[in-house]
């Protein structure tokens, strides 16, 4: 199924392969008075002569465009008629020649005819709410706009708006139920409200919600905000990872970039019409709450100055990110949905996040006598103004020398929910686990390959190596795992596939590309200018990275791959590169067997496996009754079907973590909460089952690797 909102997320920092260009690919001169159509004559001419698999601007490309445009402005369909969108279809095959010529005349009528439908949307919501919803007939909503179609008038209009108004507030009537529960069962001579105060109450909520979204968020729009809309639309329909970003954007990038985040310390995704939250920064707010997690979708919020929750669904992401933000010190709540259905209220103190929580972290594990080193990496970071000293690669070999002074027998590099980052970085990163040799192949459009090396002989670490990787792993993730595989070097542990990101991206200042700007900034592109390849010669492009043992995960059974994204780039291959598989002396293939055959009989697998479906099943259910009862008992029957997955976060795998000696003295000195955030993640490594196998795979190498690295010398001799 093709989501209404799937292209529509972006995580602007480092989830991608980025690389900063200059626009040296062009000595083309632009000039037009108006704004509008110098963006679009400067943005159509980068596509074509930038873009790595530039695709021609015709009517197929048009009647895409089209539906992806109309799909992005009203992608809950409340706002247009069905004679709206055949008034649109008259310009369904000439977007292209439009964009060609430096027309905006599809953008100015579907913006108008929108300003309009908004404004009449607003008389609408608030006649629906003005009225008592019964929640005792027997009806449904679906949540998959998809499998509607757009009004024919305005009674059926109306009636959409009343579902989707009677859906949101279906949830504020449920709270208020259960307060006024809690509130009798504290206090037996408490007056409880009436159904009919609970019911306009809630209704009431809603309304001000409502109020809040339209006159924050709606009414807040410039013309220059559509059209950014309308620009960005344009350019992901040549690749997932191609996207405009307009000035506001393009600060807010400069701003992550910087390495501070002031908000609650989550990098957040939009996926359909829901905002989810797909990492929590150690060290910040919602990780210190503790009942944050990834998954969790974020359905409200609210300031502490305020009685009221503002309602996010279907906001754009970076709208809603306005709402989260805020200064240090202030209180947001954020109601969350957990992916098993359960909705709760959460109340986080903003506070300043520094990126340096997502650097590279160690920690010394214990078993049977022997030591092992563990590096969690969040992400493929660098400072490109100041390479050397900021960088991962850096940051992961001093953490292998301080793992080594302690002890260290064998290695585990976790790069799980690792969405990438530098290219140097990660080339500079294999070469510490080999002599030297290539690591990943470039290629540009007509251009021939290049082959990115190792160059430097030394090693930091020759000994077993086991890489955990997941669906989420991508990019920069995927080279580092693929070149370990490709050498033979490490034996990889994870999902089926990692993202399937293939590509490598440039940001492209777009002001850079006018000798005397008078228009005003224009913003950047995020432009797909290369692909990278295998030393093998295979892409990870949609396909990934398979791991060595196989493991279900948590996002087993969701679509959260390149391959599951619009308009991705296509699989394929080129020569491979020169390269000599390590001179190792495990028995790679009996460890792998061997770690198969523990992970296909153990318990906790096999409950995460189950929870994976069931998490995949409630997704996949979009039909909701607006029947109170109906709806109450399936939220009763969600809950009570999670409890059989409460026994995976009692697993123990009795392993011993704790910090190398290096960061000991650290925390010995330190005034901050270090010692808390070592204390958390060992904790949380110790259920770690993954890391537990990936325990075991280092001692079947290591039971192997003194006897026959001594034989191998002593033959070479």
Known sequence: MKNIMKRNYKVLSLMLLLAFASCSFTSKKFSNPDKDKLLIQIITFVLDQGHFDPIALDDEFSAELFSDYIEIVDPVKRYFYQSDYEDFEAYKLTIDDQLKATDITFFNVVNARMLKRIEEAKEIYKEVLSK??????????????????????????????????????????????????????????????????????????????????????IDDQQREDWFAIYVNTIVEEFDPHTYYLAPKGKEDFDQRMSGKLE????????????????????????????????EDVILKVKQEDEDVAVDIVGMRINDAIKYI???????????????????????????????????????????????????????????????????????????????????????????????????????????????DGPIVQVRSTDQPKEVLKDRDKSISWDGPLVI???????????????????????????????????????????????????????????????????????????????????????????????????????????DAADYTPWDHYFDYEATIENSKKRMSTNQQLKLIEENAKWVKSKIDETVFSLNYKTYKAQLEANETESKKFDA??????????????????????????????????????????????????????????????????????
């Not at 989550?266 to 997690?293: C, F, T």
């Not at 990126?355 to 969690?376: H, P, Q, R």
């Not at 976060?649 to 000195?669: C, M, P, R, V, W």
Request: charged share 30%; glycine share 6%; proline share 2%.
């Open 648 to 717: 995976m976060s009692d697993y123990d795998s009795n392993l011993t973590f704790q910090s190398h000696g290096f960061e000991k003295a650290l925390i010995a000195q330190d005034t901050t909460d270090l010692k808390e955030k070592r204390d958390r993640w060992h904790a949380s490594l110790r259920k770690d089952v993954y890391v537990e196998e990936a325990i075991n795979v280092l001692e079947d190498l290591k039971a192997a690797y003194p006897i026959n690295k001594k034989v191998a010398s002593t033959v070479q001799n």
């Open 263 to 294: 908000g609650i310390g989550a990098r957040l995704q939009k996926r359909m019409d829901y905002i989810k939250i797909v990492e929590l920064i150690s060290g910040g707010p919602a990780w210190r709450s503790n009942k944050l997690e990834v």
């Open 468 to 574: 955990l990787v997941n669906e989420i792993s991508a990019s920069a993730s995927e080279i580092m795992a693929a070149a370990m595989q490709d050498y033979k070097r490490a034996i990889i542990i994870g999902g089926k596939q990692t993202y399937g990101k293939g590509t490598v991206q440039n940001v492209i200042d777009l002001n850079n590309m006018l000798r005397n700007n008078t228009s005003g900034d224009l913003g950047a592109l995020a432009l797909t200018r290369q692909k990278y390849y295998r030393i093998n010669g295979g892409s990870v492009q949609l396909e990934g990275v398979k791991s060595d043992v196989n493991v279900p995960g948590r996002f087993s059974f969701i679509d959260v791959g390149e391959k599951d994204k619009d308009n991705p780039l296509p699989y394929d291959e080129i």
């Open 132 to 217: 008592p919803f019964d929640y005792t007939i027997d009806e449904d909503f679906d949540t998959n706009y998809e499998n509607s179609t757009f009004a024919k008038n305005k009674k059926e209009l109306k009636d959409r708006w009343r579902k989707q108004l009677k859906f949101s507030t279906l949830s504020n009537y449920d709270d208020i139920i259960e307060e006024e529960k809690r509130a009798k069962e504290a206090d037996p001579d408490y007056v409880a409200k009436s159904e009919e105060q609970i019911e306009k109450e809630a209704r009431e909520a809603t309304l001000k919600s409502i109020n809040i979204y339209f006159e924050d968020y």
């Open 325 to 435: 933000k805020g200064p240090k010190g202030t209180k947001v709540t954020l109601t969350i949905k957990k992916v098993d259905g359960t909705v709760k209220d959460v109340e986080i103190v903003r506070d300043v996040v520094e990126l340096v929580e997502t650097y590279a972290k160690a920690s010394i594990v214990e078993k049977d006598n022997m030591k092992f080193g563990i590096i969690n990496l969040p992400a493929f970071y660098v400072d490109f103004q100041d390479y050397k000293n900021v960088n991962a690669a850096k940051d992961v070999k001093e953490e292998i020398e301080r793992l080594k002074a302690d002890g260290m027998q064998g290695l585990v590099l976790d790069l799980r929910d690792n969405g990438g980052g530098s290219l140097p970085a990660v080339v500079d990163m294999a070469g510490l686990f080999i002599k």
